[in-house]
């Protein structure tokens, strides 16, 4: 209905001068005239104009200007999806917002899509060890000229360990080793890596056999293998490391602080939602005992392995020393 209809119930109304007459004819009812009428008789024709229905205060409204504007910013800046989006605002600003109500803005604001190449998957299947610390993924990650980044994720509950160190040398490996096995909720059976030098050194293997967990190294050419570790440098390229300044005194007190939310309060799709301190308190009965773990390790079958893949083992007393 527009003004013109509007200005013509009014004129006949002036001329009749019954409101009944009126709202018969134009198949009206009384409240309606009456509201066109005062409308009229306060602001002319202009009044006649349709006006917005939205309220003047939103109490219940979960998103303010200053909040979509800092959405809108992120996504623009940083390229993020709606799941990290609705991580990094959780993580760095303290606002918890659904996926539905980040959504909603980001299409109000055309910016519902993301112009990068998306990856193209071989498949959609997913693998994932039973039982917690059956398989722990190692790898390391440059992050600029200088610090090095060890992570350790468990392939079961995605629980993660970090570490910085300023080289990727053996003695450093044998350092996280031992902060893993502490810091990790739960024995550990195996670690995988790829082929880095750091990780085939005889005093990390050694390190390996004195705790009694085996090392499985992935096979040449085969990165894939190692998938959950890359996926979480990424993560941690894409959300943490952009957000922080690497030459800060506090960087370690920070890298510690993202640990602690991505093992505590992050959700993960691949858990169905869950975070990994959720998928681990989940299955904690199926968690195997220390004591178990270690009778089960067989020492005459954890040989020393070559980082040269001509050769698959080597006997411990032909070590160069």
């Known amino acids: 209905m527009d003004a013109r209809t509007r200005l013509g119930w009014v004129r006949l109304y002036e001329q009749l001068g019954n ?20 409308r009229y008789q306060a602001e002319g024709e202009a009044g006649l104009e349709t006006r917005s229905h939205r309220p003047h205060t939103s109490p219940g409204r979960k998103v303010f200007d200053e909040q979509e504007a800092l959405i809108l910013r992120l996504r623009r800046e ?5 799941k990290m989006l609705r991580n990094e605002l959780a993580r760095r600003h303290g606002l918890k917002l659904a996926l539905d109500t980040i959504h909603k803005v980001l299409v109000r604001h055309g910016e519902n899509q993301l112009k990068r190449p ?28 200088g610090p090095c980044q060890y992570t350790a994720i468990d392939d079961c ?20 080793l031992a902060r893993v096995a502490a ?11 790829d082929r880095g030098q750091e990780f085939f050194a005889y005093e990390v293997q050694d390190q390996l056999r004195e705790r009694r967990i085996k090392f499985r190294p992935n096979r040449p050419r085969a990165p894939y293998l190692n998938g959950k570790v890359e996926r979480v440098q990424r993560t941690a390229l894409e959300e943490f490391w952009p957000t922080v300044d690497p030459k800060a005194p506090n960087l370690l007190v920070q890298l510690e602080a993202w640990r602690t939310f991505y093992n505590h309060d992050r959700p993960h799709s691949s858990l169905g939602g869950s975070t990994p301190a959720e998928r681990i308190a989940e299955l904690a009965t199926k968690i195997p005992a220390p004591g178990a773990i270690q009778a089960a390790y067989d020492p005459g079958r954890e040989f020393i392995r070559s980082q040269n893949t001509r050769y698959r083992w080597l006997p411990t007393n032909a070590r160069v020393t």
């Open 19 to 38: 409101a009944g007459v009126v709202c018969r004819r134009c198949g009206i009812s009384r409240p309606t005239l009456r509201k066109w009428w005062r």
């Open 78 to 82: 940083r390229k993020l999806g709606i």
């Open 183 to 193: 810091e990790m909720p739960f024995p550990i059976q195996r670690f995988q890596t």
């Open 157 to 176: 509950t995605r629980f993660q360990v970090l570490g910085l160190y300023p080289r990727r040398t053996a003695a450093n490996t044998v350092n996280f």
């Open 118 to 145: 998306r990856l193209r998957r071989k498949g959609t299947r997913r693998y994932s060890r039973p039982v917690p610390g059956d398989r722990v993924q190692m790898d390391t990650c440059k992050i600029r000229p």
